[in-house]
Each structure stands twice: as C-alpha cells, then as structure tokens.
C-alpha cells in the first residue's frame, strides 16, 4: 500500500503535464446560436425553442499566438496606404497579443511546476511539499473543470469527448490522491537541507560582513558614489533599455529572455555546488536545483503578490479615513466653508 502511495504522486505530474499541453493546442468557446426572428415565427415558437448553447473546438494559445502576428503582419504591411492603415485595430491586436503571450507564458511556467514538483518528491527535496501542494490544488480546480467541459461536449453527441472526459476525471481523482498522499509523508526524512541553511543563513553564499562605524566623510564619499552609479546606470542602462523597449519590442523581449536565463543558470550553478548532496550525481543535483530556484520564483512571487496588496489596501483604508474625518468636518464645522471664501 505504500509504494502505491508513493507512486501517485509521482504520476500526477505526467498527467496534468499533459493538461498543459492539451490547453495549448486546444481551447473550447461557449457560442449561442442566433436569435430568432419576430417576423417569422410566432410567440409560441420563441417560447418553446430557446437559443441553443454549443461549445466550439478552436485552437490553442501557440495557434492564436501565430495567427495574431499574422494578422497584425498583414496589416501593417505597405501596400496599405497611409491613410486607411487601422492604427485602432492593431493597437487592439496587440493588446490581445500580449495577453495571449503573457498565458503562454504562465502555461510554460506550470509545465516546469509540473517537472519541478516531480523531481523534488522524487528525491526527497525539503522544499517538496509546498511545490506538490501548489500543484495538485490548482491542478484539482483545473480538472474538474475540464471534466465538466467534456461531459457538457459528449452530451451533445460528441463521442470523442468522453475519452477527454475519463482522462481528465482520472486526472483530478489522482490531484486529490495526491493531496492527501504528501501530506502523509511529511516525517520522513528528507534530503538538500544544506540549501535551506545556506539560503536562510548566508544569503546564497555570501558571507555576512562584521560592521563597523563609518566617519561622516566616508558617508559623504559613498553619499557621493552612488549618485554618480545611478547617472551612470541611467544614461547608460536604463535610458537604451527604454528606447529599445519603446521601439524594438521583439528585440527587448529576447534580450529580457536571455538575461533571465543566464541569471537562472547562475543561480542553478551555485545551488548545485552549495547544497547538492554527495550520493547524488551531477546531473541529479542540478535537476533538483532548477526545482529548487522555482520554488524560489514561486515563494518570492507570493510574498511580493501579498505585500503588494497589503500596500493597496493600507493606503486605501487611510484615504478612506481621510475622506471620512473631511466629511465629518463639514458636517460639523464650517472650517472649510470659511476656507473657501478667500
């Protein structure tokens, strides 16, 4: 019974893996046939046949993502004359662009969650559990969803849809297995700790440096220092990487791309050597230390997601109370009908 409890969690990830994939090559619409005409038909005729709902097979994110380009390809091509370019509809295009990029994005992301929460369990990494849990709760929602979606498609007379149906259904029946699976083996014993430790204690390798007391003049001089850095990072970083997002897009975004990538790779480099365990190989302690700079990307998403919206509501709630002491004051007083006649 055990090694089949162990042994689904480690399948799941293959079967929402596979879910993400599925999400972009394929998308359903939920479309209504057209309203019936008064001229036609009778009131009875309304009343006893409604407008039907359908859902349409379409394509995917990537597939939208291309024939988005396309068209916005098309029509900035310059055979168009000047004036009857539609500036408003590829503006519009591009917007819808960028979302449909950002959600491909988000599916990459959940397609290396899905392999981060794999290799974590499989080793025992400590960082495992809060992975596995992100995973299959969001993984549980998902399925369900998708299982409704094709009972609702193999009701109309669809066939094919009950076989997505049994997938997806399996699927969340093993996300909910799976919950409850991890949460059983949280005693046993674990490997990586060194990661913690380093991460928690020496801020990724790097020693703490002893303080000492500075003289006023050597405040002044790094006073100093740091607003010559910041003129020279703005006029020779910041500036050029705002002119070359403003009017390069697709460069700018390759150069982002490539910088957090190597960024990445440094930081797998140094978890590997840091905190990779000697009866592991190489490659084993690498591929745990790309989990585990995602569980970083994810933890530090979340504590920044949170202070940002305690921020929004703190300064929310004292505007509030500002526009509520303002209220009462002109309810009781005329400070402010006297301040307005000068």
């Not at 900035?76 to 519009?92: G, H, K, R, V």
């Not at 960024?263 to 797998?268: G, R």
């Amino acid at each position: 019974m055990k090694k089949h409890q162990r042994l689904i969690p480690i399948l799941t990830p293959f079967f929402l893996l596979v879910l993400a994939f599925h999400s972009m090559l394929i998308d359903y619409e939920l479309s209504v046939s057209e309203p019936i005409s008064f001229s036609s038909v009778t009131e009875e005729t309304i009343n006893s046949e409604p407008p039907k709902q359908t859902i349409e097979i379409k394509r995917g994110v990537w597939f939208r993502i291309d024939y988005l380009s396309h068209m916005i390809r098309e029509l900035q091509t310059e055979e168009l004359p000047i004036d009857t370019t539609p500036e408003e509809s590829i503006e519009t295009l591009k917007r819808i662009l960028i979302g449909q990029r950002i959600l491909f994005f988000i599916l990459i992301f959940y397609v290396l969650l899905c392999f981060s929460a794999f290799i974590s369990y499989l080793y025992r990494a400590w960082f495992y559990l809060p992975l596995n849990r992100g995973l299959f709760w969001f993984g549980t929602v998902w399925t369900l969803q998708q299982s409704l979606v094709h009972l609702r498609i193999g009701s109309e007379g669809q066939t094919w849809a009950w076989i997505g149906f049994v997938f997806f259904l399996t699927s969340f029946v093993l996300c909910v297995l799976s919950s409850i699976y991890i949460e059983k083996g949280k005693k046993e014993p674990q490997s990586f700790e060194t990661l913690k430790h380093s991460s928690a204690l020496e801020e990724e390798g790097r020693a703490p440096v002893p303080t000492s007391r500075a003289s006023y003049l050597k405040l002044l001089v790094h006073f100093l220092v740091i607003i010559l850095v910041g003129v020279l990072i703005g006029n020779f970083i910041y500036i050029p990487l705002f002119l070359l997002q403003k009017y390069y897009v697709t460069e700018f975004g390759i150069f982002i791309l490539s910088l957090l990538g190597l960024l990445s790779a440094f930081y797998i480099y140094n978890y590997s050597k840091v905190g990779g365990e000697k009866q592991f190989s190489s490659l084993q302690n690498t591929l745990v230390s790309i989990s585990y700079l995602q569980f970083r990307f994810l933890r530090n998403g979340f504590l920044g997601v949170f202070g940002l919206i305690l921020v929004v509501f703190f300064v929310t709630f004292l505007f509030s109370l500002l526009l509520f002491n303002i209220d009462i004051l002109q309810m009781n007083t005329s400070l402010l009908e006297k301040g307005t006649e000068f």
